[in-house]
Structure formats: structure tokens, C-alpha cells
């Protein structure tokens, strides 16, 4: 016994002077590098058409937590599709859960509160959904009521004219919102004639508007299981969900034909051809000013930008990186110059909002009045300096780090994975997308984060809208252009 301890004795002797002479030969003054962090393995899934329904099942298994969470997205149900109906399809998405033929909206948020669930329902430019979490051993008991909500919801009067008032009350409140007055202006501006140049949660005229009849009929339209994409993520298998898709909505028969757009639908990109033709019957340019007048303001909110990018673009992660540095998080350029170095505002940032169709690029911020025009200037230079100079290793690293950091975060639970594996059918992603994501990332160069700029940021062609007391703004500004003032509705008052 007394010769093993002393070999052990031996052993640890040796592995410390060798732990020892190591550490000599190490620089303590600097934290040790971090390693890479590895791709993540998003979860295989099941992707396959039913066929007694028609619905386009996504599963994916975890049999490690006793819970299930379902998302519902209907395609062509989201707002692009309003037509001259604005509000249409956030409203009939929102009243799916507020009373069916057998189920008031009371029944409804009691029976899945008995059982300890959540549903919701929305919709958003690309499509309406409906979101339903509930634990694995209640899921028979909750399930008849999503069917029932999906399939005979009813749109009572009384719920659309509740729903109607309370919609009309916060865009009234919004007109006091700096922020909101510009991103609708921003809208406005930079999208003419299409369905993103209108709020999708409709305006107070289109609301008023608005009846029983329209939603029923986008709802018809729009809402039929060959349109549908249903999630199951969680404890449940592959027959027992597609066993609960043929019980609960094989019967519910109607097709919904391929959506004909009413209106004209216009390919955006940031090219300069593409941007002449789609601007050509727009009465607003890049060379002018708009300032929507909120008198009495003492600061000001800006947004500037342009038409940007696709969900399926493949140059999306490139330019989100490039977007992170410029203004995509505390430590972005823009936030640095305009609140650190200048103290000029709480917080500035810009960003790609990415939809099947290209949506906006823009920078935002409140700043004081005396100001506006400086930062309007600052955040020109900011747009000019990254796509004419590359980044720096640090800047690059940097935000390499906080991206694939943040990104574990973005699949922790089971109604966030089941948003993302939607996405990936819904935007058409490869199926690999996320499991490489984290290496695509770490991959890009400083060359590459360049180009991204270069070809999706367009100095020269920024629309610039400001929301603040335009009497004291005003004459500042016009030493940058041509300047054109609106009230609160969007309705010119003076140039």
C-alpha cells in the first residue's frame, strides 16, 4: 500500500513542476483567448405534406422536457396582402382566438388556462400565425380548441368593434410618439406605392372602415390548409402529431387558390437602376428633407435609410455583421459616435428589416433640436466610412464573438425552435442554415464585410425624415437640401 502512495506521490510531484514550467512561459498580463465557438447542430426535422389535409407538417422531437409547443403560419395571410384594405389581416388574425361557433373568447382563454397553456395569435408582413404551448399530458384536451380557433372562428361584431376602438386609440396615441410619426413617414418615403408604404396595423380611416364582411372574406382567401405550415416541437412523435392533424382537421375541406395581387407589385433592390425605376412615380427623392412637425418638441427623431435586403438574400449574414458594427448593438459605431463621444442621444442604431420581400435599412435615433442637423451629418459619414474603409480586426472579432455569443440564446426554448424551423420553410433557407451559422460568421473577412456595405449601403441615395419642432429645426437643415414639412397625418403643410 505504502509503495502505490508514494508512486502517486511521484506522479503529482511531476505533473506540478510541469504545470509549473508552463505558466512560467505564460503572459498573466493577458486574459487567455477565447476559443471558437462551435456550430451548433440544429435539430434534424420532419418536413412532409399530410395527405387527407394538405398541411405541411414541420417536427421536430425532444423528448427531454414534457411540454409541446405548436406554431401555425398561414403564407399570403399576412399584411402584404391588404390590398387598399389596410388592417385587414392583422385583424382577422387577432380575432381567430376571440370567439368561435361553440367557444366565446372567455371559453377560450379559460379552457387553455385551465390546463396551464398559451395561445396567441398575429400576423406580420409574410404571413399570420397562431402560437400554442401546453404541457404533453394536457395536449388532447387543448388541441380541439386550436382546430376550433382555426377553423370556424366567427369575428363577432362586438369583438371587431372592440378590437377596432382600441387600434384606433393607439395610433391616436402615436401621433404624440416621435418615433412612430417617423417610421411611418420613413415608410411613406421610401416605399411609394407598395404595401410597405402603409402601417400594417392599418391607418384610422382604413380601421373605421373596415367590416365583418372584409375579414371574413380575407379569412376565406387566405386561411385553408394548403396555405398552412404547422410546427410541432417538443414531446411528441411523428404519428401522434400527424395522427392529430388528420383527427382534428382532415374535414376541413377548403383549398385556397394562388393569391392574385390587386395591386402593382414593384422588385425592390438598392441598385441604382432598379431604384430609378421603382422610383419614378413617387413624388418623394433622396435629395429632400421631410420633417414631420411636432410642435413644442424639444428633440428630435431621425430615421435614414433606403429599400434593403431579402430574408433569403444570401449575402444575409455578411450584411447582418456589417450591420452589428455600424449599429447593430451598444458597441456599434454610430452608438459610439453619436452617444459616447458626442452625448448626443440615449442610444443610436441602424438595422436591415428582412422579409420575403426586400424591406427597409435604416438609421435611428432621438436627439436634442440643437443637434439634428450635426447627427444627420455624423451618421452620413458613419454610412460613408463603411463602405469606403474596411474594418478593423478588432471591430471585426469583436462582434464575431457577440454574435455566435448571443446565438445559443436564440434556441433555448422549444417555441423559439419552432419559429425557426417555420422560418427556414418560409424563406426558403437552406436546411443547414443554422446548424452553420456560427462558422459562417467566424469565416467572413474584413474584405467581405466591405463588399456587404458597398453593395447593400447607398450613401448617395438616402432618404432622411425627421419628426421634431420644425421651427426649430428647419433652417439648419436646409443648408443639407430641399426641405419638406407634414403634420402628424402625413398631409404636406409647407415647404
Not at 396615441?173 to 410597405?196: E, T
Request: glycine share 6%; charged share 25%; hydrophobic share 35%.
Amino acid at each position: 500500500m505504502n509503495y502505490y502512495r508514494i508512486l502517486i506521490l511521484i506522479f503529482i510531484l511531476f505533473m506540478t513542476k510541469t504545470v509549473l514550467s508552463q505558466d512560467e512561459k505564460l503572459d498573466r498580463s493577458k486574459p487567455p483567448a477565447p476559443k471558437p465557438p462551435k456550430d451548433i447542430q440544429f435539430p434534424d426535422y420532419v418536413d412532409t405534406t399530410l395527405a387527407k389535409s394538405g398541411i405541411n407538417l414541420l417536427l421536430i422531437e425532444n423528448h427531454k422536457v414534457p411540454s409541446v409547443s405548436i406554431r401555425l403560419v398561414f403564407k399570403d395571410a399576412g399584411s402584404y396582402f391588404d390590398g387598399d384594405n389596410y388592417g385587414v389581416s392583422s385583424f382577422t388574425a387577432e380575432l381567430l382566438t376571440k370567439g368561435t361557433k361553440t367557444r366565446s373568447a372567455l371559453q377560450i382563454a379559460d379552457e387553455i388556462d385551465f390546463y396551464g397553456g398559451s395561445i396567441s395569435s398575429g400576423s406580420d408582413w409574410d404571413g399570420s400565425y397562431i402560437s400554442l404551448s401546453i404541457l404533453k399530458k394536457h395536449l388532447d384536451k387543448v388541441i380541439d380548441v386550436l382546430a376550433d380557433v382555426v377553423i370556424n372562428p366567427v369575428f363577432a361584431e362586438e369583438e371587431l368593434n372592440r378590437t377596432k376602438d382600441q387600434r384606433i386609440s393607439s395610433i391616436i396615441q402615436n401621433k404624440d410618439d416621435a418615433g412612430a410619426l417617423s417610421d411611418k413617414m420613413f415608410n411613406k418615403v421610401i416605399f411609394g406605392s407598395s404595401p410597405y408604404a402603409h402601417p400594417s396595423e392599418g391607418t384610422e380611416e382604413s380601421i373605421k372602415n373596415i367590416t365583418r364582411a372584409d375579414i371574413v372574406d380575407f379569412y376565406q382567401k387566405h386561411y385553408c390548409p394548403n396555405k398552412l405550415i404547422l410546427a410541432f416541437v417538443g414531446d411528441i412523435t411523428r404519428d401522434e402529431a400527424s395522427s392529430i392533424i388528420d383527427e382534428h382537421f382532415s374535414n376541413w375541406k377548403e383549398k385556397c387558390f394562388e393569391t392574385e395581387l390587386t395591386f402593382q407589385i414593384e422588385t425592390f433592390s438598392t441598385d441604382e437602376k432598379s431604384t430609378k425605376n421603382l422610383r419614378k412615380n413617387i413624388q418623394y427623392n433622396s435629395k429632400t428633407i421631410y420633417i414631420v412637425d411636432k410642435p413644442g418638441a424639444v428633440q428630435s427623431n431621425f430615421r435614414i435609410g433606403h429599400v434593403g435586403i431579402e430574408r433569403n438574400n444570401p449575402d444575409f449574414i455578411a450584411v447582418s455583421v456589417m450591420n452589428t458594427i455600424l449599429g447593430g448593438y451598444f458597441g456599434s459605431r454610430i452608438n459610439l459616435n453619436l452617444r459616447e463621444k458626442h452625448g448626443f442621444t440615449y442610444g443610436a442604431r441602424s438595422g436591415f428589416t428582412a422579409r420575403i420581400h426586400p424591406g427597409d435599412f435604416s438609421v435611428d435615433a432621438d436627439v436634442r433640436n440643437e443637434v439634428t442637423d450635426t447627427s444627420v451629418r455624423l451618421v452620413k459619414e458613419e454610412l460613408n466610412r463603411i463602405v469606403n474603409e474596411e474594418v478593423t480586426n478588432d471591430e471585426l472579432q469583436t462582434v464575431k464573438n457577440y454574435l455566435t455569443g448571443i446565438f445559443p440564446l436564440q434556441l433555448e426554448t422549444p417555441n423559439a425552435v419552432a419559429t425557426r424551423v417555420i422560418n427556414l420553410k418560409q424563406y426558403g433557407l437552406p436546411k443547414n442554415y443554422y446548424s452553420t451559422y456560427i462558422s459562417n460568421v467566424n469565416k467572413l473577412t474584413k474584405k467581405d464585410i466591405l463588399e456587404a456595405a458597398k453593395k447593400y449601403i447607398k450613401p448617395d441615395n438616402l432618404y432622411v425624415v425627421i419628426s421634431g419642432n420644425a421651427k426649430t429645426i428647419k433652417d439648419k437643415l436646409t443648408k443639407m437640401g430641399d426641405v419638406e414639412i407634414y403634420d402628424v397625418d402625413g398631409k404636406r403643410i409647407s415647404n
